[in-house]
Nanobody, 123 residues
Framework: QERLEESGGRVVRAGDSLRLSCKTSEFIFSSYPMAWFRQAPGKEREFVANIARGGGSPYYAASVRGRFTITKDRSTKTLYLQMNSLTAEDTAVYYC????????????????WGQGTQVTVSS
């Protein structure tokens, strides 16, 4: 069974930076687009960013564009999310995802999910 495993979430202060990691299998890493979503308490899961299977064409939600960067490292089969200038509004559980269908901002098109990692930004 293919797995995605996030790590890196923790409590930080507003204005800090944080990098999340998502380690996965060679099959998922090389075959599918990948993405980051997040879910804050009481809210629906929200698209953050995605990247093509080859590592190009990154796309970001307007709320994070210019602050967050999504990248892939082929040597470690890891997806990253570099988050800068964090605010309290970035507090959420962050999920790594992959899709065998097509990449979109809708969570229902992504069919592989990690368990999530908590990011808390204190103001």
């Amino acid at each position: 069974q293919e797995r995605l495993e996030e790590s890196g979430g923790r409590v930080v202060r507003a204005g800090d930076s944080l990098r999340l990691s998502c380690k996965t299998s060679e099959f998922i890493f090389s075959s599918y687009p990948m993405a980051w979503f997040r879910q804050a308490p009481g809210k629906e899961r929200e698209f953050v960013a995605n990247i093509a299977r080859g590592g190009g064409s990154p796309y970001y939600a307007a709320s994070v564009r210019g602050r967050f960067t999504i990248t892939k490292d082929r040597s470690t089969k890891t997806l990253y999310l570099q988050m800068n200038s964090l605010t309290a509004e970035d507090t959420a559980v962050y999920y790594c995802a992959a899709t065998s269908r097509f990449a979109s901002a809708g969570a229902d098109t992504w069919n592989y999910w990690g368990q999530g990692t908590q990011v808390t930004v204190s103001s």
